[in-house]
């Protein structure tokens, strides 16, 4: 029993003094959760729960010990308890009492209370309602104005407020059936002022497209002015380049004026193309708008560019380059002002298209075309075109290309042009010498050619040398060449003397030289008018070197005076007039031996067995020193004196040939003395004429050989057959000194064919049988030895 007591003792001891460690936790508040899941970790929760009943076991043991140990003192404090209690009824009554007094008057203050507060919440109500309607009011005031601004046309103020609508309002909008109106409707207006925007530009497409040939020719017609201004102050420092004056160039005075009257007619209005490109920018449709608008004008552009089929084209061909130039004179400001509604690249691309087209264009109607005129025409307005273009920027060389490829087929039709006026002005030639009565004649029709012999002004009125055919066709050829350098000048090459020059030569050549040609060998001509055609041609080989000047000044500063000038530097059709002049001389003196040997018959006309000598000698002569006369006073006045000599040698050398073959003519049987006497006599009249002219003409100071000379071969048969002494015509140094050009065939012949009569020459009425028989002996001997000799 004891060992157990002190067993359960111990045991007592050992959970006591856990009770105590517990009883101490629980004392100081301490948290005895770990303790609790200690207990249950370990699988101890009934220990636990022992200690925990034990700790309370020993509380209520302490609190009975303290009660027992304040017995009175609690007996006292519940008395005052009763005391405190009759004291809290008396007051419980007092505040029942008060509390009903307070909820009397307090229900009269709650009902104002609650009426209070339901005004308050009325206010609040109010309030809120009053701050959505003022936000709807704003919204559909915005909405009023936006509808306003688009019924005005004022589409970026519109969207702009659509814009503040959609940004600063549409959140708050507290009408949620208005907020859905409004959230709807904006799409559509916007496809509404981006239609009518649209439709603005295309407005505005038509109007540019109907200004666009005015702007065009407005542009061109400036062009042309600065060109017409440029060629006029040229003209004038061409005119007084030989003074050495400078001109003025009053293009700076003058232009000012018309440029400033040209931009006021060039003025075209961009705004709608501005405001459209502003509002598809605030859209955010900026580049479908520019993609609208390239392919637009390019539609434009192809239409443009069509030809009229119910219209000529060199009647159409000033509009419809205008419209071009104007096109892209405006594609030109709008890239450089729109902000990017075009590109470079797109302008090129439009430009390329158009070049395109306009080359095939000019291509395909120049081939057609057969006049120069129109093509010239054409070939300017192009070249305008393209200097317009070219200030804006634009590559003009495919359309200069196009033109100087066609530059064979203008020549041609200008030659063809040339040939027909100069055909026409040489049959209608009257081959007379023209006869100018007033100065301002002798200017246009000889000083403009430099057809002048003399720089002193003549009296007048004035017998030209030449017939109207020259200044005619003078005037033929300088057009001819204005022509070529029109065609040439504002193309491809700066420098064009060369080809103007070559269709120079090919006009004086194939055309003028040509038709010079078919005239002389025609076979329709007479002397005067071979005469004249002669002279004509000598004037025209001088009017080259005009003609050469004239187009070295139309070419520009580049050729120099003195470079044309040299002999090497001459044309080539000059050669060849000189070819043709000769052969207008031959054609001349072929006429003139004809009328010569119809003066000249002298086996019909000539009494060649007549019993006597006539001292006048035969009557024909006196018809043939006056045609001679008349065509040697003829060529004196109207060829050079080179011509003149040629003519003068060759018709009296042919006198002296007929003179010659008369004797041994086949019809001439025989002739005696007086026959020799009288041809003598027509030799001598001839000589005397033909030494008068020679010198009276100015040609001694020239020639060494006079006319006379013409005659000598005639002169010495006379002589031989008139000496006494026949038979020295076989002595050399005799025959070298007075008979050289005579053949002595020829003289043999005429020998055997002179039979003097008893009372000839070689006989007389007092000795005639001594001299004739002399004389017959030596002519005998000089035939004989004539025949020893052959």
């Not at 700076?252 to 003025?267: G, H, K, N, R």
């Not at 090129?348 to 095939?360: D, G, N, V, Y």
């Amino acid at each position: 029993m004891d060992v157990k007591a002190k067993r359960r003792s111990e045991v007592d001891n050992g959970d006591e003094g856990e009770d105590l460690v517990l009883a101490t936790l629980i004392a100081n508040g301490d948290d005895l959760s770990p303790l609790v899941r200690h207990a249950f970790e370990m699988g101890r929760p009934e220990m636990l729960l022992r200690q925990l009943n034990f700790v309370v076991k020993k509380k209520e043991a302490e609190i009975e010990d303290m009660c027992k140990t304040h017995y009175e003192e609690f007996i006292l404090a519940v008395d005052e308890l009763r005391g405190v209690l009759v004291d809290a009824e008396e007051l419980k009554s007092e505040l029942q009492s008060d509390n009903f007094k307070l909820q009397q008057v307090g229900t009269t203050l709650l009902v104002k209370l609650e009426e209070l507060l339901e005004s308050y919440s009325v206010k609040k109500n109010v309030t809120e309602a009053i701050k959505m309607s003022m936000n709807c009011i704003q919204v559909l005031e915005l909405c009023v104005k936006c509808n306003n601004h688009i019924s005005e046309a004022q589409f970026y103020p519109a969207l702009k407020t659509v814009d503040l609508l959609e940004k600063s309002y549409m959140q708050s909008i507290p009408a949620r059936a208005l907020k859905l109106v409004i959230e709807k409707r904006i799409p559509s207006i916007k496809l509404h002022i981006e239609k009518k925007v649209c439709s603005q530009v295309n407005e505005w497409m038509v109007l540019i497209r109907s200004s666009c040939k005015k702007i065009g020719q407005t542009a061109i017609g400036r062009t042309a002015s600065v060109r017409q201004r440029d060629e006029e102050i040229l003209e004038r420092q061409r005119k007084v380049d030989d003074l050495n004056i400078s001109v003025v160039d009053d293009r700076v005075y003058s232009l000012d004026v018309e440029e400033a009257d040209d931009d006021s007619a060039m003025q075209f209005d961009l705004t709608p193309l501005y405001r459209a490109c502003h509002i598809h920018s605030c859209m955010g449709i900026l580049e479908q708008f520019h993609q609208y608008y390239y392919k637009n004008r390019l539609l434009q552009l192809n239409s443009d560019l069509e030809i009229s089929s119910s219209q000529p084209f060199v009647e159409s061909y000033q509009t419809l380059l205008a419209q071009i130039a104007g096109y892209f004179i405006v594609e030109d400001k709008v890239l450089r002002t729109a902000g990017g509604l075009l590109v470079e690249d797109q302008v090129e691309t439009m430009w390329e298209t158009a070049l395109s087209k306009m080359t095939s264009m000019l291509d395909m109607q120049f081939s057609h075309m057969n006049s120069a005129t129109h093509l010239l025409l054409i070939k300017d307005y192009v070249t305008l075109v393209g200097s317009t273009l070219r200030k804006y920027g634009y590559d003009i060389s495919p359309l200069l290309d196009v033109l100087d490829s066609c530059r064979d087929k203008y020549h041609l039709l200008l030659l063809a042009d040339c040939r027909r006026k100069i055909i026409d002005v040489i049959e209608n030639d009257s081959y007379e010498q023209m006869v100018i009565k007033k100065e301002t004649d002798y200017e246009h029709h000889v000083l403009s050619f430099s057809l002048q012999t003399s720089d002193i002004m003549p009296a007048f009125p004035y017998v030209a040398a030449f017939s109207s055919m020259v200044p005619e066709a003078c005037h033929i050829v300088r057009s001819f060449i204005k022509g070529s350098v029109d065609y040439l000048s504002h193309g491809v090459r700066t420098s064009f003397f060369d080809i103007v020059r070559k269709y120079l030569d090919k006009l004086l050549i194939e055309v003028l030289n040509e038709a010079l040609q078919d005239t002389i060998n025609g076979g329709n001509i007479t002397v005067s008018q071979a005469m004249q055609i002669a002279a004509n041609i000598s004037v025209l080989e001088r009017a080259c070197d005009f003609f050469l000047r004239h187009v070295a000044q139309l070419c520009g500063k580049g050729i120099s005076v003195r470079s044309i000038d040299k002999p090497q530097a001459a044309l080539a059709a000059k050669m060849l007039l000189k070819t043709s002049r000769d052969a207008a001389y031959i054609t001349l003196l072929s006429l003139v031996n004809a009328k010569l040997d119809d003066y000249m018959k002298l086996t019909d006309s000539a009494l060649w067995t007549t019993e006597e000598a006539k001292p006048n000698g035969n009557e024909y002569l006196n018809e043939v020193v006056f045609y001679l006369d008349s065509l040697m006073s003829t060529a004196q006045q109207i060829l050079p004196l080179d011509a003149m000599y040629k003519v003068g040698t060759g018709a009296l050398e042919h006198v002296s040939n007929i003179i010659v073959a008369a004797f041994l003519s086949d019809s001439v049987k025989r002739f005696n003395a007086n026959a020799v006497m009288n041809i003598n006599s027509d030799l001598m009249m001839l000589e005397g004429f033909a030494d008068e002219k020679f010198y009276s003409s100015g040609l001694g100071e020239i020639y060494k050989d006079s006319f006379k000379s013409c005659l000598i071969e005639a002169r010495q048969l006379i002589n031989l057959l008139s000496s006494s002494q026949p038979e020295n015509f076989m002595n050399p140094v005799i025959r070298e000194k007075n008979y050289y050009a005579l053949d002595y065939k020829k003289v043999a012949n005429i020998c055997d064919k002179f039979k003097d009569s008893a009372d000839g020459i070689f006989g007389s009425l007092s000795n005639k049988n001594t001299k004739q028989s002399a004389k017959k002996k030596s002519m005998d001997m000089l035939k004989k030895r004539l025949k020893d000799f052959n």
